[in-house]
């Protein structure tokens, strides 16, 4: 799995031309799901993701978690992120879980998020979404479980 962490001040998503998903403070996720991806996998960026220490304590220092700050999450599906862009002009998703799998191992991050007490709010799977958010520092990291 692989998951774009990028931390905020607000974010949303909306659908249709109507907001599904809309978050105060906190993560904005992209999440990115390739074939050979299991539960573990969900297990392991679940619990790296709420204790990334990247929001600053009274010194000024990226020293708490999302979980220490009481921060929200949105997540989104995101299949581009194993595009491959190597050859050609147009990107290859061969690396991309199918949608069923990736589906299932999707709601079930957002699951594992929610049982460590985070509010999470989601786009729709497979829709075409419009993401808005004001990534702050910027704060944006790569989080990969393999």
């Given amino acids: ?39 573990a996998d969900v297990d392991f960026l679940a619990e790296k993701i709420v204790n ?8 000024g220092k990226m020293n708490l978690s999302l979980l220490d700050v009481g921060g929200q999450i949105l997540s989104i599906s995101q299949f581009t992120l194993y595009g491959d862009c190597r050859k050609g002009r147009r990107p290859n998703f061969m690396n991309a879980a199918k949608p069923e799998i990736a589906e299932r191992l999707y709601h079930l991050l ?10 999470v709010e989601t786009g729709i799977f497979g829709a075409m979404m419009d993401v808005q ?9 790569i989080v990969e479980s393999k």
């Fill in 52 to 59: 990334l220490r990247v929001f600053e304590d009274e010194a």
């Fill in 1 to 39: 799995m692989r998951v774009v962490v990028q931390r905020t001040k607000q974010a949303s998503v909306v659908v249709d031309e109507k907001i599904v998903g809309q978050i105060e403070f906190g993560f904005m996720l992209l999440v990115g799901i390739t074939h050979e991806d299991t539960e």
């Fill in 110 to 119: 957002n699951e594992k998020f929610r049982e460590k007490g985070v509010k």
């Fill in 133 to 141: 958010l004001l990534n702050h520092g910027p704060v944006t990291l």
